[in-house]
């Protein structure tokens, strides 16, 4: 039995350690929102837009860097405003690309594994039109701490 607690304390804190990177889908031009990049409008009290507002969340529940599911007509508008640094976090950018028989993209599974090359630790799926809440992070950390190795149903592996 204590080696049991021993190796369930040894894997918590292992995954206390674990990086977690933020995968923000931001492909999309919100058809219904103008055409305008939804992600980069100022909502917040002092401007702030709706992504800084989903990452400065994030970064409040342990996301270590960013990865940006991007199209070929957002990705110049955010690199412009995230660059390759966001409010301190590393940012690389991917491509959702549709393929040539369809007008519009595939869909959220389609998006998340346009990360698949380049994340290499946890991660969490984020809509970069979303607010979460920093509660998200207490329910995070129960289950992380649960200990039984499986995280719930945000937090994904490739």
């Known amino acids: 039995r204590k080696r049991a607690v021993s190796a369930m304390a040894t894997q918590s804190a292992k995954r206390a350690n674990e990086g977690i ?5 931001v ?3 919100a058809s219904r929102f103008g055409g ?3 992600a980069l409008a100022a909502v917040g009290p002092n401007d702030e837009s709706l992504l800084q507002m989903a ?3 994030a970064k409040q529940c342990g996301v270590t860097d960013l990865c940006m599911v991007v199209s070929a007509a957002t990705r110049e508008p955010l690199e412009a405003v995230l660059g390759r640094r966001y409010l301190d976090l590393p940012v690389t950018y991917v ?3 549709t393929p040539e028989w369809r007008s519009k993209p595939l869909g959220t599974v389609h998006a998340v594994l346009a990360g698949k090359d380049v994340i290499t630790q946890p991660f969490v799926v984020l809509n ?3 607010i979460y809440g920093i509660e998200v992070r207490a329910e995070h950390e129960n289950e992380r701490d649960r200990g039984d190795g499986l995280y719930g149903g945000t937090i994904f592996f490739f």
């Open 21 to 25: 990177t933020g995968l923000f889908l």
């Open 27 to 29: 492909a999309g031009l």
């Open 36 to 38: 305008k990049l939804k």
């Open 55 to 57: 990452v400065e969340q």
């Open 95 to 97: 491509e959702q690309v």
């Open 128 to 130: 970069g039109d979303t």
